[in-house]
């Protein structure tokens, strides 16, 4: 007996460390596809044969033209697309989830839907759309509304695309979310003690989504920083179409933006998983 256990943990020993190996060769793959060209981005926006290196690149970023505008003009539309959708998604797929569970696969087919459709397509859509409803509404007091949500200082009508866009994205965080707690059991619970639905909304399964929420918020913000087709197409300039407008005379300036935005991104997602995590510990 002592032998057979003698060989188990030998044989136990032998089969942990290909493991161990192999997890160490995939984790330097990994780590080599992400970093590479991270680091070679990073160098051509210090670097030039003619002067050597130099920060200079990151110092213009303040002082460019149009940066700060089409930052906050990003941010603001992140801001809204995630308010809508969190408000339009959220409280569906209860409904669905408590009311008509038979719906669930006709839900999900409808939220992820727009993953097939290029936005190429999407856009032109869009724009017609646009066109053939400023005729139709011009002699109805509606056509003054169309006008506003095409208004460049705060595009509506950006949100209401990007809303599709990222809709595939928070389904599938929310839905992964929910199917961790019994939404059955804790609405009626506190339904049974009195609560209204807007207070079991906002105090009994918000609390308990904050990781699916925090997850779907930040593919939105994701998104909408990095989204060109659908805003360059429709005409204007946020963050993503300032970059490649100013790549045209000012590459390194725009590989430096890029640099600091996926940063700040990779900062965000890493303080709430911190957050996060600390809360499930305690």
Avoid: H
């Amino acid at each position: 007996m002592a032998a057979l256990t003698g060989l188990e943990r030998v044989s136990g020993t032998v089969t942990r460390r290909p493991r161990a190996a192999w997890r160490g060769v995939v984790f330097a793959l990994a780590a080599a596809y992400f970093l590479v060209p991270l680091g070679t981005s990073v160098w051509y926006t210090i670097y030039t044969p003619t002067t050597g290196v130099s920060f200079s690149a990151y110092g213009e970023l303040l002082t460019a033209d149009g940066f700060a505008r089409s930052l906050s003009l990003s941010l603001g539309l992140a801001v809204a697309t995630i308010a809508v959708v969190l408000l339009l998604a959220l409280p569906a797929m209860l409904a669905v989830r408590l009311f008509a569970p038979g719906l669930r696969v006709v839900m999900e087919v409808l939220c992820t839907l727009p993953l097939v459709v290029p936005p190429i397509t999407f856009v032109a859509g869009i724009g017609t759309s646009l066109r053939n409803g400023t005729e139709v509404l011009a002699p109805t007091p509606f056509w003054a509304t169309l006008i506003a949500v095409q208004d460049p200082a705060f595009p509506v009508v950006l949100v209401l695309a990007y809303v599709v866009l990222v809709l595939p994205f928070v389904y599938r965080s929310l839905d992964a979310g929910l199917r961790t707690m019994d939404v059955r059991t804790l609405v009626e619970a506190a339904r049974n003690l009195g609560a209204s639905w807007p207070y079991v909304l906002v105090r009994v399964i918000v609390p308990n989504l904050r990781s699916a929420l925090a997850s779907a918020s930040f593919l939105t913000l994701a998104l909408v920083l990095g989204e060109y087709t659908v805003a360059s197409l429709l005409g204007y300039e946020p963050f993503a179409v300032w970059i490649v407008t100013v790549s045209g005379s000012k590459g390194q300036l725009s590989v430096a933006v890029s640099i600091l935005s996926l940063l700040l991104i990779w900062l965000l997602l890493l303080a709430v998983s911190t957050v996060f995590g600390r809360k499930r510990e305690k």
